[in-house]
C-alpha cells in the first residue's frame, strides 16, 4: 500500500523537481518506509511505500527490461503470481518478487488492454516514452483512490487532495454543487470533488493521456452487469459457488511479508472473514482486533469475544486484541477532515480510525468485511424501496394523499427518532420514481431546509437538484427492479463515495493496509448474477451468506439485529462536544459566507432542548465549517 503522485508536462519542461517532493511529502503517512522518483522532460512520478510484498526489492518507480516503461502502484494486485508465470512463459524477465512489476510487462504484452486482467484494490500510473503516453487506471470497485486537475500546461495526479494543493496550480474554486450533494448525501458522489476543476478517477476506468496530441481519454474496463442471473444454479448450489469465491479471495489477500491481522466486530461479515481467514492460516494464530466504547449501546465486544471462543473451540489459533476507545475526540475530527481534504461526514469514520491505530500497533495489513451489504442485500432501506415497487402500482395522486396525510399526522421529531425515520418511510410510498425515492430515503438535508439555511446568503446551494445525481445514474443501471437497482446503485455512488474512502484515509492515516476479501472481481461478478430472493427473502437479509457459511460462523450471529458502527451523535453535540461545536459553527466562514446565521442558531437551539434531532445535519455543517477553515477555497 502506498500512494502515488505525479505531473504531466503538454509542452517539454525543466522537472519541477520541488514541487513533485513536496507533493510526494504530503502523503508520507501513507507510505513511511520509501520514497521514490522518477522524472523527464514531460513526466514526474512520486512515490511513497508501505512496504508489504517483497520488502526489499520493491522500490518503486519499476521499470521493463528496456528501462522505457515504468509505472508507479497504489494498492495490491492480488493475482500478480499467476500473471507472473504466464508472462514469464513468454519470454519476459523480472527482476524483482513485487505485484507491481506485472504491470510493465503486462503493458509491453498488450498495451493498455491489459488492465481488465488486473484483480486487486489499485490506483497506478504508467509511462510509455516511446509512445509518448500515460496511462493511468483505478480498480473496479474503487478501493484505491485517484485525483487529478488539467490545465492547459500539465495534468496533475495523486493518491489524496492534501498532495494536489501542494501543487501551485491546484484550483481553489469550490464547487457549490458539490457542496450541495454532500449536504444530502454526506459526501461527494461520482467524479465530482469539492472543488470545481478537480477530478476523481471513476472506478473500473483508465484515463490516457497522449503527450503529442495533449489530449486525454477516458475509458470505463468494468462494471457490474445484473442483466443475466445465474438460474441455472439453485440456492443451495450458489451458495457452495460464493463459498468457494470467497475463500479464494481470502487466501489472495493473506499473501503478505509482514504481519497480517482481521477486524472482528461480531456481526455476519466480519466473523465470516475471521472465520475463514482463521482457517487458511493453516494453524499460524488469527490476529483479531475489537475495539468497543463505553456507551453499551454502541459496544460489541462481547459479541466479538463469543466469535473468538467459538472459534477457538474449534481448534484454531486466535488471538484477540481488544480496547475500548472514546470516538469523542474533536481534534481527531479535525485530523480526519484534514486528511479527506474535503467535506466528508460519516460520522463511524472516528472509531473506524480507532480501530486502524490499534491494530496498526501490532499488523501492517487487516482483512476486513466490507462490501457485504451493497453486494448481497443487507440494508434495511432495500426492503423499502420493495415495498415501494409493489404500492407504486397504485395511482400517484392518490399514494400521496394518503401517505402524504400519514406523514403529516406524525410529529417532526428529526432524522433518527422513530418518528422521524417513519415520516420518511411514508414519504417514500408517496413518491413518483424510483430513483426520487430512494434519494428522500437517503437525503439528510432535505432542499426545504437547504432553503431556509441558505436561500439569503448562498441560494445556489438549495437551488441545485440533488437528486439528479440518483436520476442520471438510474439511466446506466441494469438490476430487475427497485430494489436491486438501489443496491446497483449503492455500488455506484455509497460504496465508492462513503464506505471505501473511510476505510482508505482512516487506514492510511495510520499507515495500515486494508484489504476486502469480498469486493474481489471474482465475488461481485457472481453477485451481480444472483437472483435477487437469494439475497433478501421474506424479510431475511443477507440470506446467501448465512447459508454459505452457516457451518462456520455461530448462529446467533446470524439471527442478531444488524449494528452500523455507530457514534451517539446527537448526546455529543448536546454535551461532550457542545461548546466546541458551538464554536467551530458560529464563528467561521460557514456564517460570515453561506450560512444564515439566524436560521442556523434556531436549529441549534431545537437540537439542544430535545425538540428536534438535528445531529445529521449539524454534523455535516461542523465537518463542512472545520473544512472550509482548513482549505482557505474560494467560495
Known amino acids: 500500500m502506498c500512494a502515488i503522485t505525479g505531473i504531466i508536462n503538454f509542452e517539454p519542461a525543466v522537472p519541477d523537481e520541488k514541487t513533485i517532493r513536496e507533493m510526494t511529502e504530503a502523503v508520507i503517512h501513507r507510505g513511511p518506509d520509501d520514497s521514490g522518483f522518477f522524472a523527464d522532460e514531460s513526466v514526474q512520478f512520486g512515490h511513497r511505500r ?44 523480472f527482476s524483482s518478487e513485487s505485484d507491481t512489476e506485472v504491470i510493465v510487462h503486462l503493458y509491453e504484452e498488450m498495451g493498455r488492454q491489459f488492465v481488465p486482467l488486473l484483480n486487486g ?44 494543493k501542494r501543487h501551485p496550480d491546484m484550483p481553489q474554486e469550490l464547487d457549490i454543487n458539490a457542496v450541495s450533494d454532500y449536504l444530502s448525501l454526506q459526501y461527494i458522489p461520482g467524479a465530482s470533488t469539492v472543488y470545481r476543476n478537480v477530478r476523481r478517477l471513476a472506478p473500473g476506468c483508465t484515463l490516457e493521456c497522449h503527450l503529442d496530441e495533449k ?23 450458489a451458495a457452495a459457488e460464493l463459498r468457494r469465491r470467497v475463500e479464494n479471495a481470502v ?84 485530523k480526519l477532515c484534514s486528511h479527506f481534504g474535503e467535506p466528508y461526514a460519516d460520522a463511524s469514520m472516528l472509531p473506524t480510525s480507532l480501530l486502524c491505530k490499534f491494530a ?11 462490501g457485504a451489504d451493497e453486494l448481497f442485500g443487507g440494508y434495511e432501506r432495500y426492503r423499502a424501496m420493495r415495498l415501494f415497487s409493489t404500492v407504486s402500482m397504485a395511482p400517484v395522486k392518490l399514494r400521496q394523499f394518503v401517505f402524504g396525510t400519514m406523514q403529516r399526522l406524525l410529529p417532526d421529531s428529526g432524522e433518527r427518532t ?43 446551494i438549495y437551488r441545485h437538484d440533488s437528486s439528479e445525481v440518483f436520476r442520471r445514474a438510474f439511466r446506466t443501471l441494469s438490476g430487475e427492479n427497485e430494489h ?56 431475511e437479509r443477507k440470506r446467501i451468506l448465512k447459508e454459505a457459511f452457516k457451518d462456520i460462523v455461530p448462529q446467533e450471529v446470524f439471527e442478531r439485529p444488524k449494528r452500523g458502527f455507530g457514534v451517539p451523535l446527537a448526546a455529543w453535540l448536546r454535551t461532550s462536544w457542545k461548546e466546541q461545536a458551538y464554536e467551530t459553527l458560529f464563528n467561521g466562514k460557514l456564517v460570515s459566507t453561506c450560512a444564515d446565521e439566524g436560521v442556523l442558531m434556531q436549529i441549534w437551539k431545537q437540537h439542544q432542548n430535545k425538540i428536534h434531532d438535528w445531529s445529521y445535519l449539524l454534523w455535516s455543517l461542523l465537518v463542512l465549517e472545520l473544512f472550509l477553515s482548513q482549505s482557505g477555497g474560494k467560495e
Not at 215 to 237: G, I, P
Not at 360 to 370: F, I, M, N, P, Y
Not at 490 to 499: F, S
Request: hydrophobic fraction near 40%.
Open 50 to 93: 508501505l512496504a508489504v510484498i517483497d520488502v526489499d526489492g520493491g522500490k518503486q518507480p519499476m521499470f521493463n527490461e528496456s528501462g522505457d516503461v515504468v509505472v508507479i502502484l497504489n494498492g495490491e494486485i492480488y493475482n500478480y503470481r499467476e500473471l507472473r508465470i504466464e508472462l514469464e512463459s513468454k519470454g519476459h524477465l
Open 121 to 164: 484494490m489499485f490506483a497506478f500510473a504508467l509511462y510509455d516514452m516511446r509512445k509518448r503516453v500515460v496511462l493511468l487506471g483505478r480498480d473496479r470497485l474503487g478501493q484505491k483512490p485517484l485525483f487529478y486537475f488539467r490545465n492547459s500546461r500539465n495534468l496533475v495526479f495523486a493518491s489524496e487532495l492534501a498532495a494536489l
Open 215 to 237: 489530449t486525454e481519454t477516458q475509458r470505463s474496463y468494468w462494471h457490474a452487469v445484473y442483466t443475466f442471473k445465474s438460474t441455472e444454479l439453485s440456492f443451495e448450489d
Open 251 to 334: 487466501e489472495r489477500r493473506l499473501v503478505s511479508d509482514v504481519p497480517l491481522g482481521v477486524f472482528l466486530s461480531g456481526g455476519v461479515d466480519s466473523s465470516i472473514i475471521t472465520s475463514l481467514t482463521a482457517r487458511k492460516l493453516g494453524g499460524l494464530p488469527c490476529k483479531a482486533f475489537s475495539i468497543g466504547f463505553a456507551e453499551r449501546k454502541y459496544d460489541e465486544r462481547a459479541q466479538a469475544r463469543r466469535i473468538v471462543s467459538w472459534l477457538s473451540e474449534r481448534n484454531l489459533n486466535m488471538e484477540h486484541y481488544e480496547k475500548q476507545v472514546d470516538p469523542c475526540d474533536f481534534e481527531l475530527l479535525r
Open 360 to 370: 496498526r500497533e501490532r499488523v501492517t495489513v487487516a482483512l476486513s468485511g466490507d
Open 418 to 460: 422513530f418518528f422521524g425515520r417513519t415520516r420518511r418511510f411514508f414519504k417514500l410510498l408517496g413518491n413518483t420514481t424510483p430513483d426520487r425515492a430512494y434519494f428522500d430515503l437517503l437525503d439528510r438535508a432535505p432542499r426545504d431546509v437547504k432553503r431556509r439555511l441558505f436561500k439569503a446568503k448562498a441560494p445556489e
Open 484 to 539: 436491486e437497482l438501489c443496491s446497483e446503485l449503492d455500488i455506484m455512488t455509497y460504496l465508492p463515495g462513503d464506505i471505501l474512502p473511510k476505510v482508505d484515509i482512516t487506514s492510511m492515516a495510520s499507515a495500515l493496509e486494508v484489504r476486502s476479501p469480498f469486493l474481489d472481481r471474482e465475488v461481485a461478478e457472481f453477485a451481480a448474477r444472483l437472483p435477487w430472493e437469494y439475497k433478501q427473502y421474506k424479510g
